[in-house]
């Protein structure tokens, strides 16, 4: 049956689907598997377990096989995508809500280039002066620890929520226009909210 299966769409296994071929969830669970996995492992340096993101994302999973609408949305994969990292999202901000993350898992952030609304790939390495902690002296890891929990702080008193959410996913690899889907915002809000971020943080580092 499996084999039958893969010389469909998915949109069209959705219709088959809808039509009673209860087989078809099972095989779409399975198929998406690795992606749900794939999404856990980013999610996971926000702080979450990693067996429970699976099943949170294997969760948003059946909620777009279940309101999938091919009349309505521009692929199956697409809105399995956004229905994953939602899911996803909405669990890791439940279990943070009464812990703090330090600031050193946000590190990937600054190492990072984005892609801007215009197209371009901007370079967001705000942190070059903090080097490689391997490397640094006694006293230089104490500058940086001291520059890591301002920038910690930063993040806590500057930030709106929205900007922490945005911070939140862009550190796990999502560009804006991903951002903007999981959080239900316009591309156009959520850019100007990372270069706020951007703009706020690097007040810190020049200081």
Same mark, same amino acid.
């Given at each position: 049956m499996k084999e039958e299966y893969q010389q /469909?769409?998915?949109?069209?296994?959705?219709? !088959?689907?809808?039509? $009673?071929?209860?087989?078809?969830?099972?095989? =779409?669970?399975?198929?998406?598997?690795?992606?749900?996995? *794939?999404k856990a492992k980013s999610m996971y340096i926000l702080g979450a377990?990693?067996?429970d993101l699976i099943q949170e994302g294997m969760i948003g999973l059946f909620k777009a096989v279940r309101d999938f609408d091919?009349? !309505?949305?521009?692929?199956?994969f697409t809105f399995a995508d956004l229905c994953i990292s !939602?899911?996803? /999202?909405?669990?890791?901000?439940? *279990?943070?809500?009464?812990?703090?993350?330090?600031?050193?898992?946000?590190?990937?952030?600054?190492?990072?280039?984005?892609e801007t609304m215009e197209g371009s790939v901007e370079d967001t390495a705000l942190v070059n002066m903090l080097a490689l902690r391997s490397e640094l002296s006694p006293e230089e890891m104490l500058i940086d620890k001291e520059n890591v929990?301002?920038?910690?702080?930063? =993040?806590?008193?500057?930030?709106?929520?929205?900007?922490?959410?945005?911070?939140?996913?862009?550190?796990? $690899?999502?560009? /804006?226009?991903?951002?903007a889907r999981v959080l239900g915002r316009d591309e156009k809000s959520t850019d100007n909210a990372l270069q706020r971020i951007k703009s706020k943080l690097r007040k810190v580092i020049a200081v």
């Open positions: /469909y769409s998915d949109e069209e296994l959705m219709m !088959r689907l809808r039509d $009673g071929e209860t087989a078809i969830m099972d095989f =779409i669970m399975n198929k998406y598997k690795n992606l749900v996995k *794939s377990d990693s067996e091919s009349g !309505r949305d521009a692929s199956f !939602r899911q996803m /999202y909405t669990a890791v901000q439940a *279990s943070r809500r009464q812990k703090h993350i330090p600031l050193n898992t946000y590190i990937s952030l600054y190492a990072t280039t984005q929990e301002q920038l910690e702080r930063t =993040i806590e008193k500057e930030l709106s929520i929205f900007e922490k959410q945005v911070l939140d996913l862009y550190m796990t $690899g999502m560009r /804006y226009a991903q951002i």
